[in-house]
């Protein structure tokens, strides 16, 4: 599990097509403190270390993931986001973040607004169900507060720091991102989604009673 803080940015020294695709990144910030075996969210996708040295982490990417996710994107140069799973006495600085991306997003256009930045996302719906005012969602594994929700699409708001430290800063209009949406919604869904079919049920019975 992960908050969405954005430990450091690392840049993609090669991403090697195949059956499973080999991820390389350079990563000397959080590289001495993750082990073969550890996972850690780039650009917002739980990835398993397979190996660690010379300030590089090496990751594999089944072609699922690559379908489900922006990381079949990456080209050498990149800049991604990566944060390691939290541990038990971290703080929860952010929200819950799984690393399980939920629909590929587009960037769509950033503005500023009284120095920070408006930045706005096309969504899937997959995504934009459980997206609310006020709401946690995750881009590129950062955690972000919605501002407002649109027909497919989302706003947030950008400080400098968050920009500054993320792969924000080299980000453009036009541009694909990972989203991830609170996973406590999703839980609420599935909890009262068979309530709701049942009154469903009772009331399409008093209807068909009632003629």
């Known amino acids: 599990m992960f908050t969405g803080l954005v430990e450091?940015?690392?840049?993609?020294?090669?991403?090697?097509?195949?059956?499973?695709?080999?991820?390389?990144?350079?990563?000397?910030?959080?590289?001495?403190?993750?082990?073969?075996?550890?996972?850690?969210?780039?650009?917002?996708?739980?990835?398993?270390?397979?190996?660690?040295?010379?300030?590089?982490l090496v990751f594999y990417a089944m072609p699922e993931t690559l379908r489900r996710t922006a990381l079949g994107d990456l080209t050498e140069g990149k800049l991604v986001n990566l944060e390691r799973a939290m541990s038990p006495e971290s703080r929860?600085?952010?929200?819950?973040?799984?690393?399980?991306v939920d629909g590929v997003g587009e960037v769509l256009e950033v503005r500023d607004e009284g120095g920070a930045e408006i930045w706005a996302f096309a969504a899937p719906e997959s995504v934009l169900r459980y997206t609310v005012e006020k709401g946690s969602i995750c881009v590129d594994g950062i955690s972000l507060t919605v501002v407002s929700v649109g027909e497919g699409s989302f706003t947030v708001s950008i400080l400098p720091q968050?920009?500054?430290?993320?792969?924000?800063?080299?980000?453009?209009?036009?541009?694909q991102v990972n989203l991830e949406a609170d996973v406590i919604g999703k839980y609420v869904e599935r909890l009262l989604r068979p309530r709701l079919e049942q009154n469903v049920k009772n009331f399409e019975r008093s209807v068909e009673d009632a003629v």
Do not use: W
């Not at 910030?29 to 075996?37: C, L, Q, T």
């Open 92 to 100: 929860f600085g952010g929200h819950i973040v799984q690393g399980h």
């Open 8 to 56: 450091a940015t690392g840049d993609v020294v090669k991403l090697e097509p195949g059956g499973m695709s080999r991820l390389e990144v350079s990563a000397p910030a959080i590289s001495g403190g993750v082990r073969v075996g550890d996972s850690v969210s780039v650009n917002g996708v739980c990835l398993t270390a397979n190996e660690v040295g010379d300030g590089r």
């Open 162 to 175: 968050t920009r500054a430290a993320t792969n924000l800063r080299r980000l453009a209009a036009g541009e």
